[in-house]
């Protein structure tokens, strides 16, 4: 599975756009991107996916680039709920859906 | 809603006890999943389950075991606990893949058991 980078920590006022960023640049055809967030004291939880095309739930939005390269994970309006770490996974889609969790982005959505 | 829970919050045991960590869900998902999370690591997975029975090796088994005879239960094992093994230890399911590449079956997490060896 491709590596991913992200950075350590962000900041984000309240009510803002996040915009985190990810890069994958080892990343192949068949890799899938996925995000998950993992609030303080909880398990983490699954945000959005995608390969090709960029993709749209109630939570979040997810940018790809044409290269595939690197991807933004956007949340419109970021509440204080928003704090966060969040991780960016590049995978193949198989059997078992085993997860590489790395140190993520620790994001602190500010009053 | 979709539940997965731990059997414990917290758990305080001494070195060279036996400890089961018990992971329960209610989704009648297929896969089943430990993790491990350390500051500055990230998730690690232990042990995952497909099915009643079967289990699989993930990236750090050394020191664990797992047991999974009902489909709903996913238990994790240190057979004789030390303290490099003290940390967050978490439970997760999904369902089974699916034949279609654009499908997704999300992992659920449980809240998480803090184990501290002593």
């Known amino acids: 599975d491709a590596k991913t980078t992200q950075p350590p920590s962000m900041d984000c006022a309240e009510g803002r756009a996040a915009n985190l960023p990810c890069n994958h640049s080892?990343?192949?055809?068949?890799?899938?991107v996925y995000w998950y967030r993992q609030i303080h004291s909880q398990g983490p939880q699954y945000i959005i996916h995608?390969?090709?095309n960029n993709e749209t739930n109630e939570m979040a939005s997810l940018i790809i680039t044409e290269d595939r390269k690197s991807s933004t994970l956007i949340l419109p309006h970021a509440t204080l709920r928003d704090t966060a770490v969040y991780y960016c996974i590049v995978r193949v889609a198989s059997y078992g859906q085993n997860f590489v969790f790395g140190p993520g982005t620790r994001l602190s959505v500010l009053p | 809603d979709v539940k997965v829970t731990q059997s414990s919050r917290y758990l305080v045991k001494r070195t060279g006890e036996k400890v089961f960590l018990e992971c329960v869900q209610d989704m009648d998902h297929e896969n089943m999943f430990w993790y491990r999370q350390d500051p500055g690591l990230g998730l690690r997975l232990i042990y995952f389950?497909?099915?009643?029975?079967?289990?699989e090796k993930g990236d750090i088994p050394e020191g664990y075991s797992v047991s999974r005879e009902k489909k709903e239960r996913f238990s994790l094992i240190l057979e004789s606990a030390s303290t490099n093994q003290t940390s967050m230890y978490l439970c997760?399911?999904?369902?089974?893949?699916?034949?279609?590449?654009?499908?997704?079956?999300?992992?659920?997490f449980g809240p998480g058991t803090r184990l501290t060896v002593l």
């Open positions: 389950s497909y099915d009643v029975k079967m289990k």
């Open positions: 997760a399911s999904s369902s089974f893949w699916g034949p279609s590449a654009s499908s997704y079956n999300e992992q659920f």
């Open positions: 080892t990343i192949s055809g068949n890799e899938y």
């Open positions: 995608g390969l090709k």
